[in-house]
C-alpha cells in the first residue's frame, strides 16, 4: 500500500487570528474513499502481515456503525480477502443501515452477537480461540480487534507526522481506542506535543492506553502527549446542538467536512482551547482529520 498525497490546509479565521497561533488540517479524510483517515494507516501493516500468514479471511468486530467495519470490508475486497464481521446486536440484520448495506456490498459477512456474548468475546484473555470457535469457519483468519488497534495499527499510525511538510509545535487528534493518538506520539520530535481529544466519557482509560503503546515500543524520552477530557459531550456519538451548529458553521466556513463523532468533537475542542488562551502565540498547530466524513 503506498501512501497517497495528503493535503496540508491552512485555516484563517478571527480566533486563530487574535491568539496569534497558525492552524493546519491535515485531509487524511482524503486518502481513499472507504479506508478513511486514520483506519487505512491502521489496517497497512495488517494486511501485509495477513497475506503473509496466507490468511484468506479477515475477522473483526464492531458496533453496527462502525467506521473500522466500514474499511476493513473495503480492504478486504480491494485486497483480495474475504472479511467476517462479529456486530454486537442480535436484534440487527445485514441491511440494518448504511453501514452494513455497504459492507455486505464489499462481500463481509456478518455474525451478530447478543451484547453479552460480544462483551466474552471482547474481554477475554481467549478471545482469539473464542472468536475462532464461534466463527467456525474453516479458512485461515486473521483477527483484528475491534476499533483496529493492536501493535501493526499502531506501527502504521507512526507514518502519520510524517505526512506533514511543514514543522509543528502541536498536533490533535480525536481519541476513540488512543491507537492513532499513540502512532502519533511515538513519533514525536523534541519539544513537540501531542493533544488527543476523547471521544468517549472515559476518563484516565486513554491516558493508560497511551503509556501501555509507549512502554511496549520502549521509546525515549517518554513522548509529550495529553488527553483532553472535556469535549466529549456525554459519551460516543452524543451531540449536542451546539455541536452541530458548529460544525456546519466550520464546513461553510473553511469548506471542510466533519462530522459530530470524531473529527467535529476534536475541531470543537481545539477551536475552544485556541479561543481561551491556552496555545503560546507563534504556535504551529496541526489537526489530523481522521476522516469518516464519506457516509
Ligand atoms: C476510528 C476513528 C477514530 C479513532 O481512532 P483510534 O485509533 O481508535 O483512537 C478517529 N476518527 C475517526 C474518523 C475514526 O473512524
Redesign the pocket.
Same mark, same amino acid.
Given at each position: 500500500m503506498q501512501h497517497p498525497a495528503i493535503p496540508l490546509e491552512k485555516i484563517e479565521n478571527d480566533i486563530l487570528h487574535q491568539a496569534g497561533v497558525q492552524l493546519s488540517v491535515l485531509r487524511l479524510?482524503l486518502t481513499h474513499p472507504q479506508i $478513511? #483517515?486514520? @483506519?487505512w494507516y @491502521?489496517l497497512k501493516y495488517n494486511l501485509q502481515e495477513a497475506r503473509h500468514l496466507n490468511a484468506e479471511t479477515l475477522v473483526t468486530m464492531g458496533g453496527a456503525y $462502525?467506521?473500522?467495519i466500514i474499511?476493513v470490508a473495503a480492504a478486504g475486497k480491494e485486497y483480495g480477502f474475504k472479511t467476517i464481521g462479529i456486530i454486537r446486536g442480535e436484534e440487527l440484520h445485514d441491511s440494518a443501515n448504511s453501514v452494513l448495506r455497504f459492507a455486505k456490498e464489499c462481500g463481509m459477512k456478518f455474525l451478530f452477537a447478543t451484547r453479552e456474548e460480544y462483551r466474552q468475546l471482547r474481554s477475554t484473555r481467549e478471545t482469539q480461540r473464542m472468536i475462532r470457535n464461534f466463527v467456525n469457519s474453516q479458512s485461515e483468519m486473521y483477527l483484528l480487534p475491534e /476499533? /483496529?488497534?493492536n501493535e501493526l495499527?499502531v506501527k502504521g499510525?507512526r507514518e502519520i507526522t510524517s505526512l506533514i511538510p511543514i514543522p509543528f509545535d502541536v498536533i490533535c487528534?480525536?481519541?476513540?481506542?488512543?491507537? *492513532?493518538?499513540? /502512532?502519533i506520539a511515538l513519533s514525536l520530535k523534541p519539544g513537540q506535543h501531542a493533544i /488527543?481529544f476523547s471521544?468517549l466519557n472515559a476518563p484516565g482509560y486513554?491516558e493508560s492506553e497511551v503509556k501501555n503503546w509507549i512502554t511496549h515500543f520502549q521509546i525515549n524520552p517518554f513522548p509529550n502527549f495529553q488527553i483532553e477530557n472535556s469535549y466529549h459531550f456525554g459519551g460516543y456519538a452524543n451531540t449536542s446542538p451546539e455541536l452541530l451548529a458548529f460544525i456546519s458553521d466550520f464546513e461553510s466556513r473553511h469548506k471542510i467536512p466533519l462530522?459530530p463523532?470524531? $473529527?467535529g468533537k476534536m475541531m470543537f475542542g481545539l477551536m475552544d482551547r485556541i479561543r481561551s488562551g491556552k496555545f503560546l502565540k507563534n504556535s504551529s498547530i496541526i489537526a489530523i482529520h *481522521?476522516? #469518516?466524513?464519506g457516509g
Open positions: 479524510d $478513511s #483517515g486514520n @483506519k @491502521k $462502525s467506521n473500522h474499511a /476499533g /483496529g488497534t495499527a499510525c487528534c480525536p481519541v476513540g481506542t488512543a491507537g *492513532t493518538l499513540a /502512532g /488527543g471521544v486513554h462530522e463523532v470524531y $473529527s *481522521t476522516g #469518516g466524513v
